[in-house]
């Protein structure tokens, strides 16, 4: 079957290997295969729910399209373009935010430690972003959408969101109620400083996340500090599940060579952490360093990126203005 896959990443800097691992690897996967319709999405509308410096937002959108085509996303096969860039999201947002209801926002998890303890002061569009981005998903007829662990209740949303205007209105399947595409094994990435916290942009400490622009010495360091207990390698999957940050550094070993997990465990029982960290850091130069030499170069090259976006924004306005055109018949404007 034919999939329609649309997914997004915020242009909001130091995108790093959670985001590779969890997201882009797996949307060059579904950018090879032909028989797949992809759509990747620079969605500069959800980074600024929170305050973004212009400069840097602009910096931040041409490097995330440098980071795809690096990856191996290919502008030709795939249609890559920036949110803002196409107006039906914000219009769509708007009128599926009056088919959302106030009581499935109030459960989202991500707004609640976005927003920390003072929620009176977040922006409400960091409120109503799930919308926005069921919005993105809706106007393409996507039928899956590969993301990481944490954009699945998002995703839940989207696909509630989807059925009841499908409902309230009497028009069934009108919107495709998409499917989730999550790794099993390496859908949410851990810091390198804590083995219980997810691997983000955001963190202070740069040690705690390999970037994917890292020099090969950054990489190599970054390994070398990265936390482990003081027990030598584990010798069963077990054992491994009781160790957070031995488990996330395993689990990144087996993501990059595509070893399965107890293979790993089996060749590297027993012994001492460093070996294994010297082992991790070859396979992570190998796999990330090209990544990073290619987005640097790409980033001197900024009327090539902006002519993907220009390019690509024009092909989504097409696709969604269609979709723009029935919601409006449905709506009764
Ligand atoms: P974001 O940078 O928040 O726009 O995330 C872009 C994509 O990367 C989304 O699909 C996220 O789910 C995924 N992602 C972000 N952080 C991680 C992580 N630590 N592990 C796995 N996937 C991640
Ligand atoms: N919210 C997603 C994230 O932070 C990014 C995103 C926006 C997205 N719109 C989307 C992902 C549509 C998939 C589909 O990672």
Redesign the pocket.
């Known amino acids: 079957m034919e999939k329609k896959i649309f ?4 242009p ?1 800097g130091n ?2 290997l ?2 590779y ?4 690897k797996n949307f060059v996967q579904l950018n090879n295969d032909k028989e797949n319709d992809c759509i990747f999405c620079v ?1 500069d509308l ?1 980074a600024i729910t929170v305050k973004q410096n212009p400069k840097e937002l602009r910096g931040n959108i041409r490097e995330t399209v440098a980071t795809f085509v690096a990856s191996g996303i290919d502008p030709k096969k795939s249609i890559i373009f920036n949110q803002s860039k196409v107006t039906a999201h914000s219009e769509v947002a708007w009128i599926l935010s009056c088919t959302a209801r106030t009581g499935w926002l109030s459960r989202m998890t991500q707004f609640k430690e976005k927003a920390g303890k003072d929620k009176e002061k977040a922006s409400v569009g960091l409120y109503s972003y799930p919308v926005l981005m069921a919005a993105d998903i809706l106007l393409y007829d996507a039928t899956h959408v ?6 699945k209740q998002h995703l839940e949303l989207c696909r509630d969101i989807a059925q009841k205007f499908n409902n309230d209105f009497q028009v069934e399947d009108f919107f495709k109620v998409p499917e989730p595409l999550i790794q099993k094994e ?5 810091s390198l400083k804590d083995g219980t916290k ?4 955001s963190e202070l400490s740069d040690l705690s996340r390999i970037n994917l622009t890292d020099s090969a010495d950054q990489i190599i360091n970054k390994i070398k500090k990265a936390k482990t207990d003081p027990l030598p390698m584990p010798s069963s999957l077990d054992e491994l599940n009781k160790r957070p940050e031995a488990k996330n550094l395993i689990a990144i070993y087996s993501s990059l060579t595509g070893f399965k997990i107890d293979k790993v465990i089996n060749e590297f029982s027993g012994k001492n952490f460093s070996v294994f960290k010297e082992n991790l850091s070859q396979v992570l130069v190998e796999k990330i360093l090209p990544i990073s030499l290619e987005i640097k170069k790409l980033l001197d090259e900024k009327n090539f990126l902006d002519k993907i976006l220009d390019d690509g924004s024009q092909k989504a306005h097409i696709i969604a203005s269609r979709k723009v055109k029935e919601i409006h018949k449905i709506i009764g404007f």
């Open positions: 997914s997004g990443v915020q909001t995108l790093h959670g985001n691992l969890g997201a882009i969605v959800h590969p993301v990481g662990d944490d954009q390496f859908s949410r990435i851990m997810k691997m983000s942009k």
